[in-house]
């Protein structure tokens, strides 16, 4: 006998998913969802328990964005809209048709009249061919590309299938090169509790690299920024304690210069929000740090494949052979009520042009435009930089990029541009708001 429990009360759901923590994605685990809610607890959320002979085999998370018992219509979403790179529902991938029939029946069964918005739904979820296949819905919607590449056991091996030219691939091993001989080079691996502990003090370091990174960019996460920070430190330890989340950190002399967080699925590393601190653009960086990621995963081989997630930037193309695509589903249920027909009319409308202004390329553009305005507030200090480069052939103590690590981002890259030239550092100094490097070839 089927039973479905309908509420919406957060703590509720919180317990039924910390019982029922059966779901390969993290967006849905609970040492996301926690957080998560905690953070961004608003909301006309709808809830959905499933139970088959008083067990329960699946749990629906979904928000009203229209709930009027006027005009009999409610439109529904998944939670986390925008903000979970993959939805589904919470249920193991052998039940989730069964799921879904019941979700439909019980929908189909209700008084009002139901348009459903199920966002961001790959095609490499089980989801994905049943709500293509379900005649109920009105319109499907490709909406993001996914790269995702597969690794081999041995490094080389990927790396030459990877990059097939040898030239591209000393190119990138000089680049790494180049960042190692500025001082103490090394990759840190954070995924779990114990870890996590041990590396605390280079985690606080990573939304500094995040800001300085995207300060002319409108990055949909904020993940620099001072009023998000709570939620991600407190999301970053909860994912790391449940063991859902790979952060790979790249160190220079005890600062982070750039980092990957990923969210684990089983096999499979969902890349999430990467940085790379800015002033190394003349030494690759980004590139180097995912190059140094990967050949960590195959040593390793614990993770078999690196999903790129939501979107077909050039740096993912330059691994990623393979895709996955994000989707969009409508569904128009219930009762001939015109009202629903004009609304699922509309929000199918609204979707179909926000695709077509991606495609056209107009939304990075609006992207950019808001990163460049807001990069106008608060901007840092300019500094001039003068080099002078010494002839003396004395031994003398090279400065460390800590040294200047304080210093403006574009100050910092005229120093590393002269030092990836061969040079080394050997004094910087504030004289009256223009920094003196001293170097020495």
Not at 114 to 131: E, G, K, M, Q, R
């Amino acid at each position: 006998m089927v039973k479905i429990d309908s509420y919406n009360d957060i703590e509720q759901f919180l317990d039924s998913v910390k019982a029922f923590d059966v779901s390969s994605n993290p967006f849905l685990s609970y040492s996301f969802l926690s957080v998560y809610l905690k953070h961004f607890p608003k909301g006309d959320f709808c809830f959905l328990n499933i139970l088959e002979d008083e067990e329960l085999i699946g749990i629906i998370p979904l928000e009203y964005t229209l709930n009027s018992k006027i005009l009999r219509v409610k439109k529904l979403r998944f939670i986390g809209y925008r903000q979970f790179n993959y939805e589904q529902y919470i249920c193991r991938d052998e039940d989730m048709l069964k799921i879904h029939e019941i979700f439909m029946e019980y929908i189909e069964k209700q008084r009002s009249s139901y348009v459903l918005n199920l966002y961001d739904i790959n095609s490499a979820s089980p989801l994905y061919s049943i709500l293509y296949s379900d005649k109920r819905q009105k319109a499907v919607m490709g909406l993001y590309s996914c790269p995702c590449l597969q690794f081999t056991d041995d490094f080389d091996t990927f790396f030459k299938t990877v990059y097939q030219s040898s030239k591209k691939r000393s190119e990138l091993k000089k680049f790494q090169k180049k960042v190692s001989e500025l001082g103490d080079f090394k990759i840190v691996n954070v995924e779990d509790k114990v870890s996590y502990d041990q590396n605390i003090n280079y985690i606080n370091q990573i939304y500094k690299v995040h800001k300085e990174r995207f300060a002319d960019v409108y990055a949909t996460s904020f993940f620099g920024s001072e009023k998000m920070r709570p939620y991600y430190s407190e999301l970053i330890k909860s994912l790391m304690y449940g063991e859902k989340a790979h952060l790979s950190l790249l160190i220079l002399d005890a600062i982070v210069i750039a980092f990957i967080f990923c969210l684990t699925n089983g096999e499979v590393l969902i890349d999430w929000i990467p940085a790379f601190d800015p002033a190394f653009a003349k030494y690759s960086l980004g590139i180097v740090q995912y190059k140094m990621l990967f050949e960590e995963i195959c040593n390793q081989g614990k993770y078999k494949i690196f999903d790129y997630s939501k979107g077909s930037s050039v740096y993912k193309r330059k691994w990623a052979k393979e895709e996955t695509i994000n989707y969009q589903f409508i569904f128009n249920i219930g009762k001939c009520n015109p009202i629903a027909w004009c609304i699922y009319q509309i929000e199918k409308n609204k979707f179909q042009f926000k695709v077509y202004l991606r495609e056209k390329g107009v939304l990075e553009l609006i992207k950019n435009l808001l990163g460049k305005l807001l990069s106008q507030k608060g901007k840092p200090e300019q500094y001039k930089v003068i080099l002078n480069y010494s002839e003396d052939n004395k031994l003398i103590e090279e400065v460390k990029y800590p040294a200047i690590v304080k210093y403006p981002v574009d100050t910092r890259r005229v120093i590393l541009d002269a030092l990836y030239q061969g040079g080394k550092l050997i004094s910087v100094e504030n004289k009256e708001g223009c920094i003196v490097a001293k170097l020495k070839k």
